[in-house]
Nanobody, 121 residues
Framework: QMQLAESGGGLVQPGGSLRLSCAAS????????MGWYRQAPGKQRELVAI???????NYADSVKGRFTISRDYVKNTVYLQMNNLRPEDTAVYYC???????????????WGQGTQVTVSS
């Protein structure tokens, strides 16, 4: 069964860094866009960063210059390096991938279970 599994969340002080990882497991033919979203308490889920299969990236304005998204196309893994973290970055971070399991199958938007990031002194 296809799934995305995140890791790397935790508690960090303001100004600190964390690196999130998300690996796709199961049968994967192709992954198009892969990215990170976050949801803070009482707020809607929002895009943080996304990377296409060709390496193009897009970031939320609030994280530009602080966060960097990268992918390992062989390992079907996406990373999010988060530097200079702020209390307003506190949220559950979700990985998302547009995945095809075979040449003949449709592309499915797959979500991970989420990982908590808390920025607090």
């Amino acid at each position: 069964q296809m799934q995305l599994a995140e890791s790397g969340g935790g508690l960090v002080q303001p100004g600190g860094s964390l690196r999130l990882s998300c690996a796709a497991s199961g049968i994967v033919f192709r992954i198009n866009d892969m990215g990170w979203y976050r949801q803070a308490p009482g707020k809607q889920r929002e895009l943080v960063a996304i990377m296409t299969s060709t390496g193009s990236t897009n970031y939320a304005d609030s994280v530009k210059g602080r966060f960097t998204i990268s992918r390992d196309y062989v390992k079907n893994t996406v990373y999010l390096q988060m530097n200079n973290l702020r209390p307003e970055d506190t949220a559950v971070y979700y990985c998302n991938g547009d995945i095809r399991r075979s040449y003949y199958s449709d592309t499915i938007s797959q979500w991970g279970q989420g990982t908590q990031v808390t920025v607090s002194s």
